[in-house]
């Protein structure tokens, strides 16, 4: 699936327009000060949100970029924030995430407190794949386990998906980096 570039709020709007599940996922990249610390860009305290995608359905997406260092990011991003903190928050659409606490975690950081209805996969997995005896640990539930396993297909390793660069550094207008 390619995703789609979006660059303003209309854009984001009208895809969202009033769907009542939304996934979504975020990409970042490590603040200048961190940028050559080994995993960085995971900790909301060393990093910060370069895009976001969105897919209100099967086969669609759209991404939002937004600190991109490589071509165009999304125009409005104070109105852009202003909006996505209402949505986050709206309990009349369900949002779902693979592993919910961290794309909470850089919500938080912004001031923004995602609220139910929402559903994480990651959670899901840890719950529903196990045996008599244990739940499978975070680790066993990522994407790169769970699709193999599903959809017998192999997901590109992350150093192949960004060739040693970091979200912000690859340009989100380029077909590779879309899909």
Request: aromatic fraction near 12%; proline fraction near 4%.
């Amino acid at each position: 699936m390619l995703f789609k570039p979006i660059y303003t709020l209309q854009q984001l709007q009208t895809y969202l327009s009033d769907a009542p599940i939304v996934a979504f996922d975020f990409e970042t990249a490590p603040n200048e000060k961190y940028r050559n610390e080994d995993k960085a860009a995971l900790d909301a305290h060393k990093s910060h949100i370069a895009g976001i995608s969105f897919s209100v359905a099967e086969g669609s997406g759209v991404y939002l970029p937004i600190t991109h260092l490589v071509g165009q990011n999304a125009e409005g991003l104070t109105e852009i924030w202003v909006w996505l903190a209402g949505f986050f928050t709206n309990a009349s659409v369900t949002k779902i995430a693979h592993n919910l606490a961290f794309e909470s975690q850089f919500l938080y950081a912004r001031g923004i407190v995602v609220q139910e209805p929402c559903y994480d996969t990651i959670a899901a997995a840890q719950l529903v794949y196990k045996n008599d005896k244990e739940f499978r640990t975070l680790g066993d539930c990522g994407l790169k386990t769970l699709v193999p396993e599903y959809f017998d297909e192999q997901l590109p390793s992350y150093s192949d998906t960004v060739g040693g660069l970091h979200f912000d550094e690859l340009d989100p207008q380029s077909e590779k980096n879309l899909s």
